[in-house]
Nanobody, 125 residues
Framework: QVQLVDSGGGLVQAGASLRLSCEAS????????MGWFRQAPTKDREFVAA????????YYADSVKGRFTISRDNAKNTVYLQMNSLKPEDTAVYYC??????????????????WGQGTQVTVSS
C-alpha cells in the first residue's frame, strides 16, 4: 500500500501562484507514474498533469498547459504541482495519484491505484 498526503492549497487571487505537494509513504518503490487531478463542485474529476518515475516525461491537460508544471523528487518521495497564473476556473480540490508498477502516463483516474486526501485551491477574481 502507498499513502499519499496532499498539501499546499489555499485561497489566492487570480494571477497568483501556488505549489502543491504530495508526499508518499509506504511501498514507495512500487510507485511509478504519478498524476494530479482536480474536482470542482458539481463537476466530474478531471485530469491535470502526470509525470513518469524518472521525471523525464510529462503530460498536461490543455487547460493548464503553459501555466502548471509537475515535478518530483524521488529522494523525498514527493511530487509537486507548480501552478502559475491561476484563474478562477482553477478552483477545485486537487488530488495526487500514484500508479503502481506502471510508468505509462494516463489521464484516466481508474488507472491510478492510490490517492491523496485532496487539498482545496480557491482562486478569487
Amino acid at each position: 500500500q502507498v499513502q499519499l498526503v496532499d498539501s499546499g492549497g489555499g485561497l489566492v487571487q487570480a494571477g497568483a501562484s501556488l505549489r502543491l505537494s504530495c508526499e508518499a509513504s509506504g511501498r514507495t518503490r512500487s510507485m511509478y507514474a504519478m498524476g494530479w487531478f482536480r474536482q470542482a463542485p458539481t463537476k466530474d474529476r478531471e485530469f491535470v498533469a502526470a509525470i513518469t518515475k524518472s521525471g523525464g516525461s510529462t503530460y498536461y491537460a490543455d487547460s493548464v498547459k503553459g501555466r502548471f508544471t509537475i515535478s518530483r523528487d524521488n529522494a523525498k518521495n514527493t511530487v509537486y504541482l507548480q501552478m502559475n497564473s491561476l484563474k478562477p476556473e482553477d478552483t477545485a480540490v486537487y488530488y495526487c495519484a500514484a500508479r503502481l508498477y506502471s510508468d505509462a502516463l494516463s489521464q484516466w483516474g481508474a488507472e491510478y491505484n492510490g490517492w491523496g486526501q485532496g487539498t482545496q485551491v480557491t482562486v478569487s477574481s
